[in-house]
T-cell receptor, first 110, second 110 residues
Framework: SQTIHQWPATLVQPVGSPLSLECTVE??????LYWYRQAAGRGLQLLFY??????ISSEVPQNLSASRPQDRQFILSSKKLLLSDSGFYLC?????????FGPGTRLTVT | RKEVEQDPGPFNVPEGATVAFNCTYS??????FFWYRQDCRKEPKLLMS???SGNEDGRFTAQLNRASQYISLLIRDSKLSDSATYLC???????????FGSGTRLQVQP
């Protein structure tokens, strides 16, 4: 069966520091991969999606970037965090249209 | 206008009650429809897909009305464990990305 992992689970970072969040999927090959952010009390906002290695589409222009160095690995990065980057970051994979989410990373920027 | 609109609630219902959630979507080209459930501070989990013919899974029934661009979820015999936020979700065929509603919060009370 397929499993999706995210780490770290929680993170507290100062403004201006870099960020790297990792997501890996097991038990499937060439999945579509997604990064979402959920601000406190808000809905899910799609940040990036990828249909294959090295193929990244950005949904929202901001100080975040994503990379897919391997088939089942998706990384979210930032060079300098802003206070507004705080939120719950969720990675998801999709075999078709439905999506399955990882446990998420709760990021607090101080 | 939001792409997917839901009543935020909360819906406070007693155990055993029947409760219905509604959702409207703006993109008439949307092809796939889902209900997700999100517990507090957890990742969303797929509850069920929604088909034009309607579908049922135990105590849960989902309906889709394409002409009115309207989706519903009915929960019968509510349990305490049904307390969560229910997310209405539609898929864009072009990019296979999901658009999430902001969710409807359900609180089932003893």
């Amino acid at each position: 069966s397929q499993t999706i992992h995210q780490w770290p689970a929680t993170l507290v970072q100062p403004v201006g520091s870099p960020l790297s969040l990792e997501c890996t999927v097991e038990g499937t090959s060439n999945p579509n991969l997604y990064w979402y952010r959920q601000a406190a009390g808000r809905g899910l906002q799609l940040l990036f999606y990828s249909v294959g290695i090295g193929q990244i589409s950005s949904e929202v222009p901001q100080n975040l970037s994503a990379s897919r160095p391997q088939d089942r690995q998706f990384i979210l990065s930032s060079k300098k965090l802003l206070l507004s980057d705080s939120g719950f970051y969720l990675c998801a994979w999709s075999p078709d249209y439905e999506q399955y989410f990882g446990p998420g990373t709760r990021l607090t920027v101080t | 206008r939001k792409e997917v609109e839901q009543d935020p609630g909360p819906f406070n219902v007693p155990e055993g009650a029947t409760v219905a959630f509604n959702c409207t979507y703006s993109n008439s080209a949307s092809q796939s429809f889902f209900w997700y459930r999100q517990d507090c501070r957890k990742e969303p989990k797929l509850l069920m897909s929604v088909y034009s013919s309607g579908n049922e899974d135990g105590r849960f029934t989902a309906q889709l009305n394409r002409a009115s661009q309207y989706i519903s979820l009915l929960i019968r015999d509510s349990k305490l464990s049904d307390s969560a936020t229910y997310l209405c979700v539609v898929s864009d065929t072009g990019r296979r990305a999901l658009t999430f509603g902001s969710g409807t919060r359900l609180q089932v009370q003893p």
